[in-house]
């Protein structure tokens, strides 16, 4: 399906409008309100509890941005809802939880994370969730285009986006071989993943892939993260919206 307009009509808060010095945490209900306040859609991701419900948090492990450490994935949805976020009195959100305190009230992107292994676990689930909020404005997005390519069957309902850059150089890509990184800098994938929209790494815009998105095939393109004045020009120039943090547009 086409992406939804709303996606640039408005600078989207990258996990939600969060400032961890003032007590607001990402992806934190607090920061999902903030976002609300400021009229700013929210972008927030998703990871697997060990009972496979999906909650709302960024890293595959506690240790940076709570008061526990170990995997995501060992702890069960209600153990990790309270677990304490560091310096702050939220806990880890599950997506229902999350979906219900904004209540439709802003638009939401949706990241999945992946391990880039074929789990699509939490692709089902989040699907499963997201059949009963089909009136809300919602969207979908992973690095994974695995994860996108099932998203068009799991849920048809909802757009769909990849999100990519062009260097794979984190750790989380170390699993990857260096023709699958090639692959996917330069969305090679795209007769199978078949997106809706594209995210791409604003450092790294103008690209040859995002730019034939946007201008060949009418792809909106969103620029992440944007942090700085040079990074809000260089989204300006080359994308139709911006995913941002740390100021207000």
């Known amino acids: 399906m086409a992406a939804e307009a709303w996606l640039t009509a408005r600078p989207i808060a990258h996990r939600g409008l969060h ?5 607001v945490i990402e992806n934190s209900l607090s920061a999902a309100a903030g976002a609300i306040a400021g009229n700013f859609a929210i972008e927030c991701d998703v990871q697997l509890s060990a009972d496979e419900d999906a909650v709302v948090f960024h890293d595959f492990v506690l240790d940076r941005l709570t008061v526990e450490s170990g995997r995501v994935d060992a702890r069960k949805a209600a153990e990790l809802a309270q677990i304490e976020l560091k310096g702050a009195s939220d806990r880890i959100p599950t997506l229902i939880g999350f979906l219900d305190a904004i209540g439709g009230r802003t638009p939401l992107v949706i990241e999945i994370k992946s391990r880039f292994d074929g789990d699509l676990r939490l692709a089902k689930r ?3 969730i997201l059949a009963g909020h089909k009136g809300q404005p919602i969207v979908l997005k ?3 285009p695995v994860i996108v390519a099932a998203l068009r069957e799991l849920a048809p309902g909802f757009a769909r986006g990849i999100v990519a850059m062009n260097e794979y150089n984190y750790g989380d890509y170390d699993r990857l071989s260096a023709d699958e990184k090639h692959a996917l800098a330069n969305l090679l994938h795209f007769e199978e993943s078949r997106p809706d929209f594209v995210s791409w790494k604003v450092a790294d815009l103008p690209s040859a892939a995002p730019f034939l998105c946007r201008k060949a095939l009418g792809l909106p393109l969103m620029s992440w993260t944007v942090r700085t ?3 809000r020009a260089r989204a300006a120039a080359h994308a139709d919206q911006m995913v941002f943090e740390g100021f207000l547009p």
């Open 19 to 23: 400032d961890a010095a003032g007590g």
């Open 126 to 128: 989040t699907a499963e």
């Open 229 to 231: 004045p040079e990074d």
């Open 142 to 144: 992973s690095f994974d």
